[in-house]
């Protein structure tokens, strides 16, 4: 018999990667519904980079999954902007107890507003800097997303209607956003049809906060791949320990399906996880925004999985190679070092994800 050369996989099994990455790929392009608008969608909110009062900057695609009521505001107001916050921090009360909702503040003010002026503000009525942002920037960029993306109005007064406390005329109405980040209107008291919730009206607030928990029930048809990628590293993990308890039993065959399985759906994390990085966000980070003790220990673990992650490609490979081509003694000798680093990466992938994404959520 001739010794086994290369590293053959089975044809069924690279059919079938490649058609569960082609599913994965075709559901991250999808768009939402492909048929018309609802009578209550206005269509997407232009894309936007404006700087929160923490001085990172905010683009519409961080708030993609989430569902978002947006209020113009500034801090210098006379007017109704105390009333508007009002219902902004009421919201906040109100919603406490749901994930995936954020409240938006935007500056109408911004030559004022600095993000230390909003982050001022900000404290003084008590916004949770998880749950409520405050947004500031060029002042061409504000007004311009203001009207062409929110389809409201906010200028600057000038000659004798520029007062103390009047430098700006705004919206005081409350613009509710959806998952996919489409403009979405409500019923409210004052309107039969579909209209937007006015900030300054309390008897609005409660059908604005059914609107919400409506538009949480909704799927975006978008595939969340944050989900799916620590899906793929928990199933790697358990495929990891399948195959190594295997192996102990002597049960080579099982050991080989296990590892080869844990082998590809590590492949299909790496593509997925690229692809979500590199196209879906463009390369733009997600902010670990927690502080104190757990800020660190959550860097320690995203550093040392990344690092870890660098070699277990290599070290993965070339241990496949050699129990394929039946160089068992090296096969062994490198499987030593591959299973425990393999292992932690995938499970540390969990855990980071469970941290970013659920202990303390960023946008």
């Known amino acids: 018999m001739t010794k086994r050369q290369g590293c053959p996989l089975r044809l069924t099994t690279v059919i079938g990667a490649f058609a569960l990455l082609s599913a994965l790929l075709s559901l991250g392009c999808a768009s939402s ?9 206005l269509g997407p909110v232009g894309d936007f980079a404006l700087t929160e009062r923490n001085s ?3 683009h519409r695609d961080d708030l993609l999954g989430k569902v978002w009521v ?3 505001i500034f801090t ?3 007017g109704p902007c105390h009333q508007v916050t009002g219902s902004m921090a009421r919201l906040q009360h109100d919603l406490a107890g749901l994930d995936d909702v954020v409240l938006v503040s935007f500056t109408v ?3 004022c507003d600095t993000p230390q002026v909003l982050s001022d503000y900000a404290k003084r009525n008590g916004a949770d800097p998880q749950r409520w942002l405050f947004l500031t920037g060029a002042p061409d960029k504000v007004y311009g997303l203001i009207r062409d993306g929110f389809h409201l109005y906010a200028e600057p007064n000038r000659g004798a209607e520029r007062t103390a406390g009047n430098e700006v005329t705004h ?3 409350l613009a509710l956003v959806d998952r996919r980040g489409h403009l979405r209107l409500g019923k409210t008291s004052t309107n039969t049809g579909y209209a937007y919730f006015d900030g300054t009206k309390p008897e609005d607030i409660p059908l604005l906060e059914e609107k919400v928990k409506a538009l949480l029930q909704e799927k975006p048809g978008e595939i969340d791949f944050p989900s799916v990628n620590a899906a793929l590293n928990g199933t790697s993990a358990v495929l990891l320990l399948l195959g190594y308890a295997a192996i102990r039993r002597r049960a080579i065959a099982l050991h080989k ?3 080869l399985g844990a082998l590809v759906v590590s492949l299909l994390f790496l593509i997925s996880y690229l692809y979500y990085h590199l196209v879906v966000r463009g390369g733009r980070p997600t902010y670990f925004t927690a502080e104190g003790w757990v800020r660190p220990l959550y860097f320690v673990l995203l550093v040392s999985h990344t690092l870890l992650a660098m070699a277990t490609a290599p070290l993965a490979l070339i241990t496949a190679c050699l129990g394929w081509r039946g160089s068992y003694q090296r096969h062994v000798a490198f499987a030593r070092w591959t299973l425990p680093i393999w292992l932690y990466v995938s499970v540390t992938g969990v855990v980071v994800y469970w941290m970013l994404y659920h202990l303390y959520p960023s946008l």
């Open 257 to 259: 399906t296990c590892m």
């Open 70 to 72: 947006a209020a113009f």
């Open 33 to 41: 519904p492909a048929a018309g608008l609802a009578d209550d969608d």
């Open 171 to 173: 919206d005081v109405r």
């Open 76 to 78: 210098r107001c006379a």
């Open 109 to 111: 003010d911004p030559e």
């Open 56 to 58: 990172q900057t905010v």
